[in-house]
């Protein structure tokens, strides 16, 4: 069982910069593919990123390629995602979220492990 924790979002004007931080507990960091969602009201939870088990990879819509990245860092057991270039359209609750999966998907129904989310406000 997976407990995870998300932290750093805020309320920012457009072109701002956020990193938020999802910290993992127990000792299964190592063997999940750990992704993030974002859900504005009203909408679907659509996929934002997500990294391979031993961060070879990393997966993006074409609407925050370029401008937000994915990492982990196992010793911390911690993933983060770093987002540039903010505008309106990325005003969402944002959700870290894992699975055992070896094929690493883009769905929000193939994870099944959730944080709390963190809002994330922008402005113009």
């Known amino acids: 069982q997976v407990q995870l924790v998300e932290s750093g979002g805020g309320l920012v004007q457009t072109g701002a910069s956020l990193r938020l931080s999802c910290a993992a507990s127990g000792r299964t960091f190592s063997s999940l593919v750990m992704g993030w969602f974002r859900q504005a009201p009203g909408k679907e939870r659509e996929f934002v990123a997500a990294?391979?088990?031993?961060?070879?990879?990393?997966y993006y819509p074409d609407s925050v390629k370029g401008r937000f990245t994915i990492s982990r860092d196992s010793a911390k057991n911690t993933v983060y995602l770093q987002m540039n270039s903010l505008n309106l359209e990325d005003t969402a609750v944002y959700y870290c979220?894992?699975?055992?999966?070896?094929?690493?998907?883009?769905?929000?129904?193939?994870?099944?492990?959730w944080g709390q989310g963190t809002q994330v406000t922008v402005s113009s």
């Open positions: 979220a894992a699975t055992a999966k070896g094929v690493v998907p883009t769905r929000s129904n193939d994870y099944y492990y």
């Open positions: 990294i391979s088990r031993g961060g070879e990879s990393t």
